[in-house]
């Protein structure tokens, strides 16, 4: 895939759209670096152009020349384009991020210039090499060259705002007028990842460059004319900072409901004014206002009202000043609680980053702290003795409950023995039992027994005496009936 591809960029804040929005319906136009004809294709589609390409790369010119009325490939240096195209003449001719690859860029720029109309207008779009990423950088004892962006690995030219004037002057053109592209400290390809990148003191650095009128300028666009032109005066960016505004409606505050509210220096003398109406928010509880990020700040003035009246709010961290309030913390951050979700807030701060006065109220904190700490140096140490005595009464404590611990150890194994013997005896005496239990069962059956024939020898007896008793009766009732005959008998035999 060629390396500068892309699609038509209808975005703010991107030199493709700078430039296009400058190019006038039906117009003839010299693009140099078309790459795969993104650009080409929005000025043929949309603009109704007749737009002439110059590519080096073959496989991108052979996406492009699709869009385009003519073209060649080649070299830029080799000037062949001018060799084809000298006798045409066109209403805008285009650099947009190519001059800075070639190492002639004025002389490519002076004979541009040759087959452009007498109205017409050369608009280019190159990188700042001053950007404060680049400068950090530099800090940090690094020039690192990157596959895209300020320092493209195959850029050989920079320019800087003063060189713009220098850049037209040498090709024989006028600056019409400068606009830019910008991206925050921080953002770009650049930034300073490792803490060795950014040098000794780099927050102090970073704070001050931010400061910098074109310290965040990623691009500048250029509109060049042949003829004398009174220049217009653009109004660039003024130096910015974002605050934050978080918002808490039930869920406590979160990233998923935070404004982003610029603040401008009007002045570029270090204060930053930030003013939003928050309109009346369903389920608004508290907000939290962070003026800057990862530093430190003075907020000079702070306005918050709903309804015409003023909300008390709590800096997390600060410590008020006659220039206002001061918050050395790296996350300085404002609570207002208990808002009104039926009512719009007005939010009006003045922000002081890093300057004279800032120092000067920080050193004066530290002073204070450092007669606080004085007074409290006595109490301290007052409170030192008077740890060391309860470090020496914990300590005695220690000693006895270890003493106590060896003692409790020592009757924990004692009992333990004698609940060994005592479970052993108890095994005896349950064995004893069992066998004594044993023993009574079996007695207790032999006693059964032993009653049982008692009783049926009773019966026995009672039944032989009725049978004696009978036999006795029987024998007296035949000795009765026998006694007359024995008689006779007797009689009989006496005789």
């Known amino acids: 895939m060629p390396k500068y591809d892309g ?3 209808q975005t703010p804040n991107t030199s493709q759209y700078e430039i296009l929005k400058n190019i006038q319906m039906g117009s003839t136009v010299l693009e140099f670096g078309c790459a795969t004809g993104y650009m080409t294709r929005y000025m043929k589609e949309e603009l109704n152009c007749k737009v002439t390409i110059v590519e080096y790369d073959a496989e991108s010119y052979e996406m492009a020349k699709g869009y385009a009325e003519d073209g060649i490939c080649g070299d830029i240096l080799d000037f062949m384009w001018y060799e084809k195209f000298h006798d045409k003449r066109y209403d805008a001719i285009l650099f947009a991020d190519v001059l800075e690859h070639l190492s002639r860029p004025d002389r490519v720029l002076s004979t541009a210039a040759k087959l452009l109309k007498i109205t017409g207008h050369v608009y280019i779009s190159i990188p700042n090499i001053t950007h404060n990423d680049i400068l950090l950088k530099s800090y940090g004892d690094r020039f690192d060259y990157t596959g895209q962006g300020l320092l493209d690995d195959t850029h050989v030219h920079f320019w800087g705002f003063r060189n713009l004037w220098e850049l037209a002057e ?8 400068v606009t830019a592209t910008y991206q925050e400290t921080g953002t770009t390809e650049q930034k300073p990842l490792a803490m060795d990148d950014r040098g000794p003191n780099s927050a102090l650095l970073t704070r001050l460059l ?3 009128r074109f310290g965040e300028v990623y691009q500048f666009i250029l509109s060049l004319v042949q003829s004398n032109v009174k220049e217009t005066e653009e109004k660039f960016q003024e130096p910015a900072i974002i605050s934050h505004l978080y918002l808490d409606t039930g869920n406590g505050f979160n990233a998923q409901q935070i404004l982003y509210l610029p603040g401008y220096s009007l002045q570029s003398n270090g204060i930053y004014h930030v003013h939003y109406e928050l309109p009346a928010t369903p389920g608004l509880r508290n907000i939290r206002f962070d003026p800057v990020e990862n530093q430190g700040c003075i907020l000079r003035s702070l306005a918050i009202t709903q309804e015409g009246h003023a909300l008390t ?3 997390v961290h600060g410590v008020v000043q006659e220039q206002g309030i001061l918050l050395p913390d790296s996350d300085p ?3 207002v609680e208990n808002i009104s979700a039926q009512a719009s807030v007005v939010l009006d701060a003045e922000i002081q980053l890093v300057g004279e006065e800032y120092l000067a109220a920080l050193e004066q904190v530290c002073r204070r702290f450092e007669e606080q700490e004085g007074a409290l140096f006595l109490q301290k140490r007052e409170q030192e003795k008077e740890r060391e005595r309860q470090q020496a009464e914990l300590d005695a404590l220690r000693a006895e409950n270890s003493r106590l611990q060896e003692l409790l150890k020592l009757q924990r194994s004692r009992y333990a023995e004698e609940k060994q013997k005592l479970n052993q005896e108890t095994r005896k005496l349950q064995q004893a039992n069992d066998v004594l239990t044993q023993v009574s069962k079996q007695m207790k059956a032999d006693v059964d027994a032993y009653a049982l024939l008692v009783i ?7 039944r032989l005496q009725e049978e004696l008793t009978e036999a006795e009766s029987t024998r007296k009732f035949i000795q009765r009936k026998l006694h007359a005959p024995l008689h006779k008998v007797k009689q009989l035999l006496g005789r």
């Open 7 to 9: 699609v038509i960029v």
């Open 170 to 177: 040498r090709a024989g053109l006028k600056v019409e007028r």
């Open 210 to 212: 931010r400061q910098r």
């Open 313 to 315: 709010f709590q800096p």
């Open 333 to 335: 951050k404002i609570l």
């Open 456 to 462: 049926n020898k009773e019966k026995y007896i009672l």
